[in-house]
């Protein structure tokens, strides 16, 4: 009795296994025969070859998308025109018609790149030197900003002695420093590179530095446990989760430093799109003017488009302008 309740049940397993194991190995050709039989095209029956799921249909093009994409630009080109005209016929001549403005920009962009001398040159030139200049006062905003905002962002010492300079600083006017870049550098070129340089790099230090301040705490308590070096805490963990706030910056910067190098070719002349707008209102030829204005604003727009391209490349959310 005591045997039968505190039997074994691995006692018992072998003897199951073994009154089974005839019918297991009768059985083992079927599936090898099912798979078989499945496998095979030849054997599939033609209901069960009807029954196969076929590709969805191509769901039907929307008319409505296109409108909606291209009606509300071309209903603002149209009343931005209604206006120009209005503003034409009211002012008597003095402000040139669309037409006539039309016009001469088709002349003007016949040849773009003309060459009559170092100040009489084709837009297309000018528009290259303001963006070569744009460029280099740029790139060194971006080489010193970026860094700066890290340290800024990363040590509270730092945040606290630098945030009254930036405070202080970075209202300035761009206009207000190109003196003391003619008086540093004695030329044209470079102060309007230093003016480009000092303004631009104020979105980049603070976007750069609120973004190290947003990196969740937890993030740095993994890192201090792992005992991870600074240079990989930078790399691992601050410069993916602050890319996005810095690219933020960057396009902040590139659209003050191409508002800013249109104000400062004015007054240092030269090649550039700026001197060609002030040298144009010394001949009094306003049609060239509005055309520059134009221009100025269409080389805007492609850089912040490039730069919305690029920060959605990097970043999960949605930017938007």
């Not at 196969?52 to 009606?71: G, K």
């Not at 910067?253 to 001197?275: D, Q």
Request: proline content about 8%; some cysteine.
């Amino acid at each position: 009795m005591v045997s039968a309740v505190f039997h074994s049940p691995l006692e018992a397993a072998p003897a199951a296994r073994g009154g089974d194991k005839p019918k297991a190995r009768d059985a083992g050709p079927a599936p090898l025969a099912a798979t078989h039989n499945m496998t095979n095209p030849s054997t599939i029956s033609p209901a069960a070859q009807a029954a196969a799921p076929v590709a969805p249909a191509r769901a039907p093009w929307d008319a409505s998308f296109l409108w909606l994409a291209v009606l509300p630009p071309l209903l603002g080109l149209g009343l931005l025109a209604l206006v120009w005209e209005l503003v034409f016929m009211g002012t008597g001549g003095s402000i040139p018609s669309p037409k006539d403005t039309l016009a001469q920009a088709v002349q003007i962009f016949s040849d773009p790149f003309y060459s009559k001398g170092p100040n009489d040159q084709g837009v297309g030139w000018n528009v290259l030197s303001s963006l070569k200049r744009v460029a280099m006062g740029f790139g060194m905003a971006a080489v010193v900003g970026i860094p700066v905002g890290f340290m800024i962002g990363r040590f509270n010492f730092l945040s606290r002695m630098f945030n009254p300079l930036i405070s202080l600083l970075r209202p300035v006017s761009p206009l207000a420093w190109l003196p003391i870049g003619l008086l540093v550098f004695k030329g044209a070129n470079p102060a309007a590179i230093w003016t480009i340089f000092i303004c631009s790099i104020w979105p980049m230090i603070i976007n750069t530095a609120v973004g190290v301040q947003r990196v969740p705490q937890d993030y740095m308590n993994v890192a201090r446990v792992l005992k991870l070096s600074e240079w990989k805490i930078v790399t691992k963990i601050l410069f993916p989760a602050v890319l996005p706030y810095m690219l933020t910056g960057v396009r902040l910067a590139v659209g003050t430093a191409w508002l800013v190098i249109v104000a400062a070719e004015m007054l240092t002349g030269g090649v550039g799109i700026g001197f060609w707008v002030w040298d144009e209102w010394n001949n009094l030829n306003v049609k060239n003017i509005i055309i520059a204005i134009f221009v100025i604003g269409i080389v805007g727009l492609v850089l912040e488009f490039a730069l919305i391209k690029l920060a959605t490349a990097f970043t999960f959310e949605e930017v938007k302008n």
